[in-house]
């Protein structure tokens, strides 16, 4: 007896970012399960899917936002709930993805806490990663599986292309993040410049510009804004520098504290735009900000998995970096 198997899909989501995982699924055209997720007296999480899950392949939608060591463990306890109700396959969707700047050991006796947080999910019974801008490329090596590394650059660059006319320059805020400046730089047919910085004793000091910016309109693009010391002192530079009007971009919304302020109160700075990746909420609501959306990217990254299709053609091959 010959059996046809039928692939189906499920898609949940932690607590950490619902509107976010509501979107992806609308996207989907599918409805969010219901992992009911409940915490006992005493803090520890509880999760217990409603339906069958058996034979499934299931998605699991979770960014490690504050608190992130909770966002984080509830994430691996939905997966862990999810292999031992027999789903077929287990995707962790990680739209931000925690501790990914303690990717290498900078000084003796530190931990590579990238690396665990992959170890984490992998123990957990996650068989792939889906998540959107990396800090760091090497991290899709720290997981013994498929990752698959999203980029929001195509809705930065249909946001640029629609809003930003005239004569632009994008700008790195850090000699480290020249390359993807330069690959936006080019899609988008704009000059690129960057900023040379020194760090002394956690204090961000901007020394130098890296390219014709006097008289233009800067963007300065970065993977993600935290506590805005960086970006705002390239901002402050670049005007010192003869630029006209500077804007921030970054994948991540952070917004550690004192970020909001230090945005809010910057002269050099008069937009700032990020995607959904991590929530904002109201207390971070300020008129310079703007969010957009990269759930349709996320949603077709899903699809791609789900029907076993290349996920690198959504972005024209160049996805992986």
Request: hydrophobic fraction near 40%.
């Amino acid at each position: 007896m010959e059996h046809v198997t039928k692939k189906r899909l499920e898609v949940y989501a932690g607590r950490s970012h619902e509107p976010l995982a509501t979107e992806i699924a609308g996207h989907l055209g599918v409805t969010l399960g219901r992992p009911n997720l409940r915490e006992f007296a005493n803090g520890e999480i509880h999760c217990r899917y409603e339906e069958s899950i058996r034979g499934a392949d299931v998605f699991i939608i979770q960014t490690h936002c504050a608190p992130v060591n909770d966002s984080l463990m509830e994430q691996c306890i939905m997966i862990d709930a999810a292999k031992r109700a027999s789903a077929k396959r287990i995707t962790a969707v990680v739209p931000y993805y925690g501790y990914s700047r303690q990717d290498r050991k900078a000084e003796g006796r530190e931990p590579i806490s990238a690396k665990l947080v992959a170890n984490m999910i992998k123990v957990a019974g996650a068989n792939r990663i889906v998540s959107v801008d990396l800090h760091s490329g090497q991290i899709q090596g720290f997981f013994d599986g498929p990752v698959d590394h999203l980029q929001a650059m195509p809705v930065i660059e249909a946001y640029l292309e629609r809003e930003c006319g005239g004569d632009v320059v994008v700008v790195s805020p850090d000699t480290g993040r020249v390359k993807t400046g330069e690959r936006l730089a080019q899609h988008i047919d704009a000059d690129l410049a960057s900023v040379y910085k020194q760090r002394s004793r956690g204090v961000v000091e901007a020394r130098g510009v890296m390219g014709d910016v006097r008289g233009r309109r800067c963007v300065l693009v970065d993977d993600m804004i935290d506590t805005a010391s960086t970006i705002v002192a390239a901002a402050d530079i670049l005007m010192e520098n003869g630029a006209t009007d500077v804007w921030a971009m970054a994948t991540h919304g952070v917004l550690s504290d004192p970020a909001t302020d230090r945005l809010k109160n910057s002269s050099a700075i008069s937009r700032v735009v990020v995607t959904n990746t991590l929530p904002l909420p109201p207390e971070k609501q300020i008129d310079k900000i703007e969010v957009l959306s990269v759930a349709k990217i996320i949603a077709d990254a899903i699809d791609a998995v789900f029907e076993d299709t290349s996920v690198s053609e959504i972005f024209g091959g160049q996805n992986q970096s």
